[in-house]
């Protein structure tokens, strides 16, 4: 059924051959590897990096992912050739097989890279199986798998807060990727953010061109361009008042809310009230097992998550009895998120093709 999903790969054996599958997380400057073994252990613990040279275009950056591959796996003590199925994430936008948008992207800014099928040609450069998933589905995946293990037909609902806000939807145990890759852009889905008390009058605007977006409000990005200019109205003699360059000074927010300024605290507060309506459309959209959060925003404090954690469930609306105790997750390790994501939909591909040993 998954494997539906691509292309017919011509080197497919079926006979149990290989040890691991590999996860390669592809970022504009840096290539993030990990290995995964049959039994669910990852034989990379930290990041095992190389550099990109995405600007030199795809031909250029293939030859490093596979470079990067060797020296990953020499790390690892296996080899290349043990390496049944290998899992690519990239960011986005990209179509569910790995098909970059004809526009171009951000982070991949060679004019070749418009348009370009990195799946295919990463599988025909490496001879291997490759499946694609973008870096948010990615990182959903990871936290999911966390929770759950590999095998559950859980259903969570990840929002990595970032530079932007990513995240994915993975349904009893599958990536929700969509039609056209979309699935899971949970960044530009609109909220009633009218209903948030403290920003009478804000018109959030997002990248997307879509007023009023998860990501208006609730990202780094949504800081500099809208809260922070907000809110020093509000509090004309704070620190930050004096910033000339606001998405640099927005940096600093999250250091000030942990320590109590209140008006930074208020921004958390806003961000975590905008999570609570997406979440809560969420639980009425999906019912699901668990809801996931990540990203820069949560790289803090205990205590400072635990309080954003409540803000959060204070912004929500009532639920149902049976939906009201839905637990709230932190996503592990988000460095590695990616790579070890795309290493789990590689293990599940690996074991529907009967690729491993099982051991
Ligand atoms: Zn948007």
């Not at 390496?83 to 990239?90: F, M, R, S």
């Not at 008042?241 to 320590?259: F, N, S, T, Y």
């Not at 592990?332 to 070890?340: E, H, I, Q, V």
């Amino acid at each position: 059924m998954i494997l539906l999903k691509y292309p017919p790969v011509t080197n497919l054996e079926h006979r149990p051959s290989q040890k691991v599958v590999a996860g390669i997380d592809l970022g504009g400057t840096a290539i993030n590897y990990t290995f995964l073994d049959n039994c669910e252990h990852f034989l990379i613990e930290q990041l095992c990096e190389h550099p990109s040279r995405s600007k030199e275009g795809p031909i250029v950056c293939l030859d490093q992912i596979a470079e990067g591959l060797e020296r990953a796996a020499t790390a690892a003590h296996i080899g290349v050739a043990d390496i049944a199925v290998i899992g690519l994430d990239t960011p986005g936008p990209a179509s569910a097989l790995g098909v970059f948008s004809a526009r171009g992207s951000t982070n991949f800014v060679h004019p070749a890279w418009s348009g370009y099928d990195i799946r295919t040609n990463l599988e025909q450069k490496l001879g291997k199986p490759v499946v694609y998933l973008n870096d948010g589905n990615a990182g959903a995946l990871w936290g999911h798998f966390v929770i759950f293990g590999a095998h559950s037909r859980a259903t969570s609902v990840s929002a990595i807060v970032g530079t932007g806000l990513g995240g994915g939807i993975i349904w009893e145990g599958n990536v929700i990727q969509g039609r056209k890759g979309f699935g899971g852009e949970l960044g530009h889905v609109l909220i009633p953010y009218q209903s948030i008390s403290g920003i009478e009058g804000l018109v959030p605007s997002c990248n997307c061109g879509r007023p009023g977006d998860l990501e208006s409000l609730c990202s780094l990005t949504a800081i500099g361009r809208c809260l922070l200019p907000y809110f020093l109205k509000k509090y004309p003699d704070h620190e930050l008042a004096k910033a000339a360059d606001l998405p640099r000074a927005a940096k600093l927010v999250r250091g000030l809310a942990e320590r109590g300024d209140p008006m930074s605290r208020e921004i958390f507060r806003v961000q975590a009230s905008a999570l609570g309506l997406f979440f809560d459309a969420m639980i009425n959209t999906f019912d699901p097992d668990a809801l996931i959060l990540g990203g820069g925003v949560i790289e803090t404090s205990k205590e400072f998550q635990e309080w954003f954690l409540s803000q959060i469930r204070a912004a929500m609306p009532d639920q149902r009895e049976e939906q009201a105790d839905i637990p709230i997750y932190i996503m592990p390790n988000g460095d590695t998120a990616g790579a070890r994501g795309a290493a789990i939909e590689a293990l599940k591909i690996a074991r529907a093709a009967n690729l491993l040993f099982s051991q």
